[in-house]
């Protein structure tokens, strides 16, 4: 039962910002919304997460919609090393669900 | 500081073969997950262990059990391989307090034949 909804594929130019969206419509008040990247078939890497406030780091930001039922990470200045799925995943206890992600591909 | 490790990296199995894939960390982590990754899907939790002693199945655990040897590690037993198990194997760990970050290792990848 998939808990998120994410388009298959996007594209972005290099040095433009890429914009990835994510729909979590039944997502629970203490539910969190994670965001993952995994490079060719290594480990998913750790990007971002948060529960209703947008939220910014080193690599990204989190925009969480007022409802919560949709979010979008940016990733201010896209480079070709963040060619990668990304993942957006609502955590359920103690359990991540996966789906089947994005596929970002910056080009040059 | 290696994070999280997992052995072997790859294997071939024939159907009916039994290995055990192992995972360890050294962050000092609580918590422990088992993940497949068939091609072109996200990843499925196999087990987790909340805490040294304890293991709970995630969303497809038939085919397979885990030990929580220590806190530092967590394996994987295929008691029966079979093909339906071919797949990438991840190893998580996470400090297990509440909103924590899984970690991820490099990876298994297992061929049964």
């Known amino acids: 039962d998939a808990k998120t909804t994410q388009p298959t594929s996007m594209d972005c130019a290099e040095g433009r910002a890429a914009n990835l969206p994510c729909n979590h419509s039944?997502?629970?008040?203490?539910?969190?919304v994670y965001w993952y990247r995994q490079i060719h078939s290594q480990g998913p890497q750790y990007i971002i997460h948060?529960?209703?406030n947008n939220e910014t780091n080193e690599m990204a930001s989190l925009i969480i919609t007022e409802d919560r039922k949709s979010s979008t990470l940016i990733l201010p200045h896209a480079t070709l090393r963040d060619t990668a799925v990304y993942y957006c995943?609502?955590?359920?206890?103690?359990?991540?669900?996966f789906g089947t992600g994005t596929s970002l591909t910056v080009i040059p | 500081n290696a994070g999280v490790t997992q052995t072997p990296k790859f294997q071939v199995l024939k159907t009916g073969q039994s290995m055990t894939l192992q995972c360890a960390q050294d962050?000092?982590?609580?918590?422990m997950y088992w993940y497949r990754q068939d091609p072109g899907m996200g990843l499925r939790l196999i087990y987790y262990?909340?805490?040294?002693?304890?293991?709970d199945k995630g969303e497809v655990p038939n085919g397979y059990n885990v030990s929580r040897l220590n806190k530092r590690e967590f394996s994987l037993r295929l008691e029966s391989a079979a093909p339906s198990q071919t797949s990438v194997y991840f190893c998580?760990?996470?400090?297990?307090?509440?909103?924590?970050?899984?970690?991820f290792g490099p990876g298994t990848r297992l061929l049964v034949l």
């Open positions: 998580a760990s996470s400090d297990g307090a509440g909103q924590e970050t899984q970690y």
């Open positions: 039944t997502i629970s008040g203490n539910e969190y």
């Open positions: 948060g529960l209703k």
């Open positions: 995943i609502v955590k359920t206890g103690n359990q991540f669900y």
């Open positions: 962050m000092n982590h609580n918590s």
């Open positions: 262990s909340a805490s040294e002693g304890t293991t």
